[in-house]
């Protein structure tokens, strides 16, 4: 999974500026040049809580290459913006996710209430060479059609969702802090999550660069239970 931050319009001041404009009106934008640290303890108050609309008045534009799985689980977030490659476009590269020998393979539990574990050795041998058997003959069959003169949106109907995609994905800090609430398990969060291990490496990386274009919000997301304002 990568993520590379494309563009950003975001910064800690954004959040002060947007927030006084409810008392200071054009007097707020004053605050746009201010030193954001001075205002730390009303960033947090803003956080803590959760007066939430202050913290939408910035932008990230992120460049994800992920499995499309992946995506279709980004895709439940919807005040993000979306652009993502097209297979009725262009030829798809073979370019396919294989669980690694880190990933835990083995669901216990019932759902809702179910951790997952390593497996065996036998186990990770079995689903890295069913995987890789099925992305090889998927791609084969793909390309076979493609030759046969088939056009691309009906030929890529053979390929599997773990075949790599690429979008941009936009959103403003609040809508981020939501979705990392969501798609990272922490133990030290307000309302622990347990999201797929492959989308939580795309937001780990997201969250990255948050805690570097935010600092202070980012600190008050964390002391305040990771909980979106």
């Given at each position: 999974?990568?993520?590379?931050?494309?563009?950003?319009?975001?910064?800690?001041?954004?959040?002060?500026?947007?927030?006084?404009?409810?008392?200071?009106?054009?007097?707020?934008?004053?605050?746009?040049?201010?030193?954001?640290?001075?205002?730390?303890?009303?960033?947090?108050?803003?956080?803590?809580?959760?007066?939430?609309?202050?913290?939408?008045?910035?932008?990230?534009?992120?460049?994800?290459s992920a499995p499309i799985f992946v995506f279709r689980e980004f895709m439940r977030h919807r005040v993000?913006?979306?652009?993502?490659?097209?297979?009725?476009?262009?030829?798809?590269?073979?370019?396919?996710?294989?669980?690694?020998?880190?990933?835990?393979?083995?669901?216990?539990?019932?759902?809702?209430?179910?951790?997952?574990?390593?497996?065996?050795?036998?186990?990770?041998?079995?689903?890295?060479?069913?995987?890789?058997?099925?992305?090889?003959?998927?791609?084969?069959?793909?390309?076979?059609?493609?030759?046969?003169?088939?056009?691309?949106?009906?030929?890529?109907?053979?390929?599997?969702?773990?075949i790599y995609s690429s979008m941009y994905a936009t959103c403003n800090a609040r809508a981020l802090m939501?979705?990392?609430?969501?798609?990272?398990?922490?133990?030290?969060?307000?309302?622990?999550?347990?999201?797929?291990?492959?989308?939580?490496?795309?937001?780990?990386?997201?969250?990255?660069?948050?805690?570097?274009?935010?600092?202070?919000?980012?600190?008050?997301?964390?002391?305040?239970?990771?909980v979106a304002p």
């Amino acid at each position: 999974m990568t993520v590379e931050l494309v563009k950003a319009s975001a910064s800690d001041s954004d959040v002060l500026w947007a927030a006084r404009v409810s008392t200071k009106g054009e007097q707020s934008l004053e605050d746009a040049g201010a030193d954001p640290a001075r205002s730390a303890g009303f960033i947090n108050f803003l956080m803590r809580d959760r007066h939430g609309s202050p913290f939408e008045h910035s932008t990230m534009t992120f460049l994800v290459s992920a499995p499309i799985f992946v995506f279709r689980e980004f895709m439940r977030h919807r005040v993000w913006s979306y652009n993502e490659e097209s297979g009725r476009y262009r030829k798809l590269e073979p370019v396919f996710y294989v669980p690694g020998p880190d990933r835990n393979l083995v669901q216990e539990g019932k759902p809702g209430r179910y951790v997952f574990v390593p497996g065996t050795a036998e186990q990770h041998k079995i689903a890295d060479e069913a995987v890789r058997q099925s992305c090889r003959d998927s791609y084969a069959t793909y390309l076979e059609l493609l030759e046969a003169g088939i056009a691309r949106e009906v030929a890529r109907t053979v390929l599997p969702v773990g075949i790599y995609s690429s979008m941009y994905a936009t959103c403003n800090a609040r809508a981020l802090m939501h979705f990392l609430s969501l798609r990272t398990k922490r133990e030290d969060s307000t309302f622990p999550s347990f999201p797929q291990r492959e989308i939580e490496m795309v937001a780990e990386q997201m969250e990255a660069h948050f805690a570097e274009l935010m600092p202070l919000t980012y600190a008050s997301w964390q002391a305040n239970g990771r909980v979106a304002p």
